[in-house]
């Protein structure tokens, strides 16, 4: 079990699947909910083929969010914004491996700010380039689809890089967080918690259910649930 995982891992739904014409009624009816953090993409239709919204929108979500704000920046020079977003309410920023040629400045930038650092990287991207680095990360986003769309499918190759990363941060003592975006569903959600996921991001599995909150219930009890039995087995050993 990788020592720094929570005791149950965090929801964190992904407003990119919320209804954009209410987000003020879509933020606030997750306040009582399952959901941990809100999980928010910033998208500049460079570093990914899309465009999602930016730090007005971010600024006016914290307003009514009762949770912490997890942004993930899916853009290029990352950097320039890093303030802004930590003025607009959040509380982790995420950039990408690949958009950051002088990741560790980028990511002590982060710190400086009082944000927690996270880096995500895609699938084609190898855990092992994180080496020098994840003693330094609070997060690690594991991209189990491609970025710059919802809906998409799950990557299956994404368990075997949460298992490897999982052993980077044991090896290197980390105290890194490991999350997954991507295809999160009530499908994969035991396994990726088993490989050593401690955050899971669900967007269209969550909002395009009937009842979002009832859906994040659902999830909250199913790995409830699974931790439970992963300490009784380990008691009985």
Avoid at 65 to 83: K, S, T
Wanted: glycine share 6%; proline share 6%; charged share 15%.
């Amino acid at each position: 079990m990788n020592p720094t995982r929570r005791i149950a891992p965090l929801l964190a739904p992904s407003l990119l699947a919320a209804d954009f014409a209410n987000l003020q009624s879509e933020t606030e009816r997750l306040a009582g909910s399952a959901a941990d953090w809100l999980h928010c993409d910033i998208m500049d239709g460079r570093f990914v083929p899309n465009i999602s919204f930016g730090i007005p929108v971010l600024q006016a979500i914290h307003r009514h969010a009762q949770q912490p704000l997890d942004v993930h920046l899916m853009i290029e020079e990352p950097q320039h914004y890093l303030a802004a977003c930590r003025d607009a309410g959040a509380a982790n920023i995420t950039v990408h491996y690949e958009a950051c040629p002088h990741l560790h400045r980028v990511v002590q930038q982060i710190k400086a700010l009082g944000c927690r650092a996270g880096v995500a990287l895609n699938p084609h991207t190898p855990v092992s380039l994180l080496e020098d680095i994840i003693a330094d990360l609070d997060l690690v986003c594991i991209m189990s689809v491609n970025p710059g769309f919802g809906g998409q499918s799950f990557i299956p190759n994404t368990l075997r890089k949460v298992a490897a990363l999982k052993e980077l941060i044991v090896d290197y003592n980390s105290s890194a967080l490991i999350e997954i975006d991507g295809g999160v569903s009530l499908d994969n959600a035991a396994a990726l918690v088993e490989a050593g996921a401690d955050v899971l991001v669900a967007g269209s599995f969550v909002f395009n259910s009937p009842d979002p909150v009832a859906t994040l219930a659902d999830m909250r009890r199913q790995l409830n649930a699974q931790v439970a039995q992963e300490q009784e087995a380990q008691s009985s050993r």
